[in-house]
């Protein structure tokens, strides 16, 4: 496995498509600086077009970058036939892209990569519309890991998506406006999950929504927003964090008996 920096950029992917075409795993981590930009050696949709036409065989590849198009998308999808593990991550910043949503684009890499069993996106708000979720639900018969941050826009974005998906295991819900109605029926729907990560944006969730989802042998742990001074330098600011819910079975479906006072067993 060949892992680099973001700094490598896209000058950098197309010397490695060009010399390692048989290259199998591939991770690009963020730099030094997380607001690495095109001029500093940020990674962007041309370095991973490059990548997508010269290295065919790769099977895995975690990727910060600074821009992506639906086009570089299609590229992946039409050419890594052998992608099993799929990570996309959006570096933060002030980015103006006009090729917009990825719905299309991210419809592409799930038909494909017909081998994918992982799949993270990590984007902002609108970039993957509510019509984006409901192809990951028709499109994701083989993935068994999925993490969607900053994604959709309604709960009927998640009522979609939940309504076609039957074989994950584990999923992961970051920074999404769906409401505890729409994370309840959700639940019921992926009956196969066993490991469910979910982070609100509202400030305050309601238990009783959530009680919907309750089943045999299955755990819950809410942890409400809290808010803690942290000290930077001379300055004092408060840091809140958002509430999420944890849920996953357990072999007996007792809950743990040390959880701190700040978790509500559900």
């Not at 065989?57 to 992506?68: A, G, K, P, T, Y």
């Not at 072999?251 to 008996?257: K, S």
């Amino acid at each position: 496995m060949q892992l680099v920096r973001t700094v490598i950029g896209d000058r950098g992917l197309i010397v490695l498509a060009q010399c390692c075409a048989r290259i199998k795993r591939l991770r690009i981590l963020l730099g030094t600086d997380d607001q690495v930009m095109e001029d500093e050696g940020g990674v962007s949709d041309t370095g991973l077009v490059a990548l997508a036409l010269g290295c065919r065989e790769l099977e895995q590849l975690n990727v910060f970058v600074w821009d992506i198009t639906n086009e570089s998308l299609e590229y992946i999808g039409k050419c890594l036939k052998e992608l099993r593990d799929f990570r996309l991550c959006l570096i933060k910043g002030e980015i103006t892209i006009s090729d917009l949503p990825l719905d299309f684009g991210v419809k592409s890499v799930l038909r494909g990569c017909e081998k994918l069993t992982r799949l993270d996106l990590e984007l902002r708000l609108g970039w993957l519309t509510d019509v984006g979720l409901s192809f990951i639900g028709r499109n994701s018969q083989n993935i068994r890991r999925m993490l969607l941050s900053f994604v959709g826009e309604t709960d009927r974005g998640l009522e979609m998506f939940s309504r076609w998906c039957r074989g994950f295991r584990h999923l992961e819900i970051r920074r999404c406006t769906f409401s505890e109605n729409a994370v309840a029926l959700a639940a019921i729907q992926l009956t196969s999950v066993t490991y469910l990560w979910v982070q609100f944006e509202n400030s305050c969730i309601r238990d009783r929504a959530l009680s919907h989802m309750v089943r045999p042998r299955w755990v819950m742990e809410l942890i409400q927003e809290r808010r803690r001074a942290v000290r930077n330098g001379n300055h004092v600011f408060v840091a809140r964090q958002k509430p999420h819910l944890l849920a996953y079975y357990s072999v007996d479906g007792r809950r743990r008996t040390d959880a701190p006072g700040t978790i509500t067993l559900m």
